[in-house]
């Protein structure tokens, strides 16, 4: 027997003996009309309470607990705290629902949920940047008649989704790649998943250009090594002819072999740590090295200027920067026309350390100078397999003045010569003096 049972028990044993204590005392007809009277009171009460308990549940204010004696007021306690209960739930979902919408935004990849009829339902701020859309604006719109592209279309309407689609083309300037694929779910809804793969695609790229040039570069002097192998071993030569033919495959392997060692040193480069910003170098000792080397392969064919700031320095890798600053001084002599004049500064600019070759050369257009330094790119292949090069010597210098936080600034003129400045950040920048203490 629950609580409601027990008391309404109660009461009407309570109203029975008071009833029969009044006809004792008095009669029945007294009695009969009191019981009459306590009957109706109680109606009447709970009528009122029923109509209360009505208009609260018709229209409830959350945290409003009516007062009410007895039984009622046991009703509307436990209803508080049933309302109490359903409301902590409700909160709990509404948060649950708010981490959830607020772990999508944070996604990297575009989200747009789509109705039965492809109408947009919500979709993330990177699914709006991606297909150009405005999550408010355009609820409840058909997907296709806001992104028009072709190709998104028929992916959409063939409903063959297993595969993800590649989208070229988009963006504000039209030259982003997207990869889209949608998933089904529900009730003939859609999730359609977006990320911007330009990047990758633009990596891909450069492999397929860095394994082709690789291919290219290697090919050459095989085919000349080969061809060399060939001859001498299906034609009767001369001890002149034998000997020039060696010195010719000689160069060949000579030219591979750098080609090695730099891709090497380019792989071990962008292996390693970056170098400690404690470790001052012999700046000293450094630019002595590179006029004596300039000096040598230069052989008198062009006028050097030379000037340093002896007691500026800066921390890092002596090998390396003596390698990255050694490839721009060399590259201003190998495209130097005989007495030409080439200029070397080290000196303080501000609080950072710049060193700058600058040389009467050819020159480089405008629009090679931002693809320097990429890997086997050459502004003249010709020209640059004339003097040596292998293609590799500004991809390390770029590895190596990211590693030390440094940037490579390019200015040039076609037939005025060019200006190579390295630019060390001032935590890298130290006089000698300091360096020493």
Known sequence: MNIIWARSIVSLLLLAL????????????????????????????????????????????????????????????????????WHAQVRQVEQQHSRFIQAIQASPNGVAML????????????????????AKRDLRQHITHLVRHP???????????????????????????????????????????????????????MRRDFVANVSHELKTPLTVLSGFLETMRDIPLSEADRARYLELMDQQASRMRNIVDDLLV??????????????????????????EDAANLSAGRHRFAFTADEDLTVSGVHTEILSALGNLVTNA???????????????????????????????????????????????????????????????????????????????SEEGRGSTFSVRFPVQRTMRRQAAHA
């Open 266 to 291: 380019l792989a071990k480069l962008e292996g390693d740590a970056k170098p400690p910003s404690d470790r001052a170098i012999d700046m000293r000792a450094v630019i002595s090295h590179l006029q």
């Open 18 to 85: 008071v009833c029969a204590a009044i006809a004792a005392v008095t009669n029945a007809r007294t009695a009969l009309s009191f019981a009459i009277v306590a009957l109706i009171a109680q109606t009447l009460f709970s009528t009122y309470h029923t109509e209360r308990l009505w208009r609260l549940l018709d229209a409830p204010v959350y945290g409003e607990v009516p007062s009410a004696p007895g039984i009622w007021g046991e009703i509307y306690y436990r209803l508080h705290k049933l309302a109490k209960r």
């Open 333 to 411: 002599i190998r495209y130097t026309p005989d007495g030409g004049s080439i200029d070397v500064v080290w000196k303080q600019v501000g609080n950072e350390a710049v060193f700058s070759v600058t040389d009467t050369g050819l020159g480089i257009p405008a629009a090679d100078i931002p693809r320097l330094t990429e890997r086997f790119y050459r502004v003249d292949r010709s020209r640059s397999r004339d003097t040596g090069g292998t293609g590799l010597g500004l991809a390390i210098v770029k590895h190596v003045l990211q590693r030390h936080d440094a940037t490579l600034e390019v200015k």
């Open 151 to 205: 190709d998104f279309v028929r992916y959409l309407n063939s409903h063959q989704y297993d595969e993800m689609l590649v989208m070229r083309g988009m963006g504000e300037k039209r030259q982003n790649v997207l990869s889209v694929q949608a998933f089904p779910y529900g009730e003939n809804r859609k999730l359609v998943l977006s990320a911007d793969i330009t990047e990758l695609e633009r990596t891909d790229a």
């Open 115 to 134: 109705d039965d009829h492809d109408q947009i339902e919500w979709c993330n701020a990177i699914a709006e940047e991606h297909f150009g859309l405005d």
